[in-house]
């Protein structure tokens, strides 16, 4: 089967002193562009090599027309690719179901240590989904819409609760919305039916866990369970939502994972 052509974004450090490169793998009905905004500049600064992967059917990558064809070892696969052609040491950082198609890649091969931002939980989506539709029966309507770009005052304002933390406004997400995409259905139920899949030996490997707990997505309770595995290292953010590298605390989680990387990853 010949490659999908991925596309990955290079953005070398402007730092003084290089120190490691860090790949950004996207979450879920989003592409590459949202760690642009405020995450690669900040590491860049702090003279990281950033490097984000559009997975296939999204952003830049190949498959767009056969997007539901790709599940999360599809996913894991194109961080494989982007990896090889690193040919460096890193530390994979993947948010929500970037997380998990980051966990699917580490089920096969290594990395230098990883960071799991506000990680779909061990349990899968079927909780969230249920809750969400009570909560918000206008939620998947909105969100099938925006990832159509079909924008309106009253999507971004539900998105804006729903995705970033309580003091956020429609006005605030602009900068998400042009990230927002259609999503693989069997991805989305590769992770809803996550609790059905044979426990794997996680590889030891330096781990770090954030999640913010105003997460209206994935309440920051499950945040344990997704670090037990790894023996990672577990971080909640006051006033944080799901969106943590667009979210108005997202210098602070930026910070929690200088510092940590400071620490645990190699350089």
Known sequence: MKRRRIHLHHHPHTGRKGRGALLFVHGAYTDSTYWGVNFVPFFQHHGFDCFAVDLSG????????????FGLDDYADDIAHAVSLIDQPITIVGHSMGALAVQRYLDKSPAAATIFLAPVPTTGLSASATRLAIHYP??????????????????????????????????????????VAPESRRAVMDMTLLPLRAPVSRRKIPALVIGG?????????????????????????????????????WQTVATHMLDWMCENAPT
């Open 58 to 69: 999204h952003g830049g990558s190949e498959g767009r027309e056969r997007l539901d064809e």
């Open 213 to 249: 707990e105003a997460d209206n997505v994935f309440p920051s309770s499950n945040l344990f369970f997704s670090a037990l595995p790894w023996k990672a290292k577990v971080v909640r953010v006051p006033g944080a939502g799901h969106m943590l590298p667009l979210d108005q605390k």
């Open 138 to 179: 206008s939620f998947f309507q909105a969100l099938y819409e925006t990832s159509k770009g079909l924008f309106s005052e009253a999507n971004n304002d539900l998105l804006a609760k729903i995705y970033f933390g309580p003091d956020t406004t429609g006005k605030d997400v602009l900068n998400f919305l042009p990230s």
